[in-house]
């Protein structure tokens, strides 16, 4: 091989670094732009918290075991998105698709919850919805906003598992497991800050 071919495949080689790294710099910023949606929101609520008015307070409609258990299912989610990466780093393709869909599984199961949840506290008697205090507006804003971003994670994670039975995953190009990866970490990251501040703090 020619000094000028090496040279020109060291080069290739260094772009595709280069891109690479500049996608996953891409996702840090944007995770770090979610970073200051979400504290402003926690922000709020922690501001109208005890803003009830004739509506319920945290302490009369919170169910603290079953949120542990929503919570502790979106949690083990990123012990399998780990896997996904694991196998996906190892051209393992198969299973890749069923890591990545049993993290899609536990997310789904989680907004399931969370779901059930807020039906559970517009039934209540009081009922506490999105109208009925500050209290209830900060709280259905803030859980909501991020149960949003745990759906737009699920579709992800589908679409990775459908890109991979078609051949089209790739590490150097796209949206990839990595990528996807950090984001649905972030995710869970941030729902063990809401858990704590929403649900813990104030019950206890």
Not at 39 to 47: D, P, V
Not at 71 to 80: A, D, H, K, Q
Not at 134 to 163: C, D, E, K, N, Q
């Amino acid at each position: 091989m020619s000094t000028e071919a090496i040279a020109h495949e060291a080069e290739h080689a260094e772009g595709h670094h280069d891109v690479h790294q500049l996608r996953k710099t891409a996702m840090w910023v944007f995770l770090g732009s979610e970073c200051v949606f979400f504290g402003a929101m926690i922000s709020t609520f922690l501001l109208y918290r005890n803003t009830t008015g004739d509506g319920p307070t945290a302490s009369d409609i919170f169910d603290i075991p079953f949120t542990s258990a929503s919570s502790f299912v979106l949690l083990m989610s990123s012990l399998t998105m780990v896997l996904a990466h694991n196998a996906f780093e190892r051209n393992d393709m198969r299973t890749t698709r069923i890591w990545l869909l049993g993290t899609a599984f536990l997310g789904s199961t989680f907004l399931a919850g969370q779901i059930f949840e807020f039906t559970e506290f517009v039934r209540h008697d009081p009922a506490l919805t999105i109208g009925t205090s500050p209290f209830g507006s900060s709280f259905y804003m803030l859980t909501g906003f991020h149960g949003a971003h745990v759906a737009v994670g699920i579709l992800m994670l589908m679409a990775m598992a459908i890109l991979s039975l078609n051949g089209r995953l790739y590490k150097d190009r796209g949206l990839n497991v990595e990528l996807v990866g950090l984001y649905w970490h972030f995710v869970d990251i941030v729902w063990i800050v809401i858990f704590t501040v929403v649900y813990l703090l104030q019950v206890g």
